[in-house]
C-alpha cells in the first residue's frame, strides 16, 4: 500500500529513496498535494538521492521511478537532491542543489496544478519539465552557485507558466509547447515556442511588471 501522507526532513546525513514496488506506491508523499506541505525537506547539509529500483527493472510492474508522489512539493533549504531515475513532483521550493551526475534524467515539476519557487542550483545533464495548470518560478543567478552553473539538459514547458526570472543560459535551451507559457525577466541560451505557445516577459508573481528576456 502507499505511504499515505508520509513526509521527511533531512538535515544532514544520506536518504537513499529506492522503493521496489509499482507506481501506485510511493516512497513519501501519498496522498499529499504541494498546498500540503512538502513530502520532503532538505536542509543543511542533508542529501536524498532519487534511485532507480533494480529489482523491476524490465518487469511489468509499473515504473521505477516514482519515488515521490506527482502531486507531493519538495522543500530545499540547502543541501543537495540527486535525481538518478525520473521522477515527477507537484512543484519545487527553496535553494540548495538538484543534480542527476550528469546521467540526463528528467525531474518533472507541477503535477496536480502545483505551483513553486525555486531560486537553487540545477546541476549537470538534469532535465527539467513543467507541467500542470500551475506557475513555476525559477529565479537563481547562473553566475553564483545556482541555476545553469553546470547544467546542461534542455528545460521543457508542457503546461502552465514557467516563470523565468534567473538564468538557464548554460542549459542546451527552452522548448515551450503550445498552450504553456513562459513568463520572466531571466536569461537562457536560446528558446524555442511552438505554435500556440506564449511568451510574456515579466514576472508572473507581479502581475502587470514590465520584462525583459536575454536570450544568447
Wanted: charged share 15%; aromatic share 2%.
Amino acid at each position: 500500500e502507499d505511504n499515505t501522507r508520509l513526509a521527511v526532513s533531512v538535515d544532514e546525513g544520506t536518504i537513499l529513496l529506492d522503493k521496489e514496488s509499482d507506481a501506485n506506491v510511493h516512497a513519501l508523499g501519498g496522498g499529499l498535494g504541494s498546498e500540503d506541505g512538502p513530502a520532503l525537506t532538505i536542509r543543511g547539509t542533508g542529501e536524498v538521492i532519487i534511485n532507480h529500483s533494480i529489482a523491476i527493472c524490465g518487469s511489468t510492474g509499473g515504473s521505477v521511478n516514482d519515488q515521490i508522489a506527482d502531486t507531493a512539493s519538495v522543500m530545499l533549504g540547502g543541501g543537495l537532491l540527486a535525481v538518478l531515475a525520473d521522477e515527477a513532483i507537484g512543484a519545487l521550493n527553496g535553494g540548495g542543489v538538484v543534480t542527476d551526475s550528469g546521467i540526463g534524467y528528467t525531474l518533472t515539476v507541477g503535477g496536480g496544478d502545483g505551483s513553486g519557487h525555486f531560486s537553487g542550483a540545477f546541476k549537470e545533464g538534469l532535465r527539467v519539465t513543467k507541467t500542470g495548470t500551475g506557475t513555476q518560478t525559477f529565479s537563481g543567478d547562473a553566475d553564483g552557485a545556482v541555476i545553469g552553473s553546470g547544467m546542461s539538459g534542455p528545460v521543457t514547458v508542457d503546461a502552465g507558466t514557467l516563470n523565468l526570472t534567473g538564468s538557464l543560459r548554460n542549459s542546451y535551451g527552452l522548448l515551450v509547447r503550445s498552450g504553456a507559457t513562459l513568463a520572466g525577466t531571466g536569461m537562457v541560451r536560446r528558446i524555442t515556442l511552438e505554435s500556440g505557445a506564449n511568451l510574456a516577459p515579466g514576472n508572473a508573481e507581479v502581475p502587470g511588471s514590465p520584462g525583459t528576456f536575454h536570450v544568447g
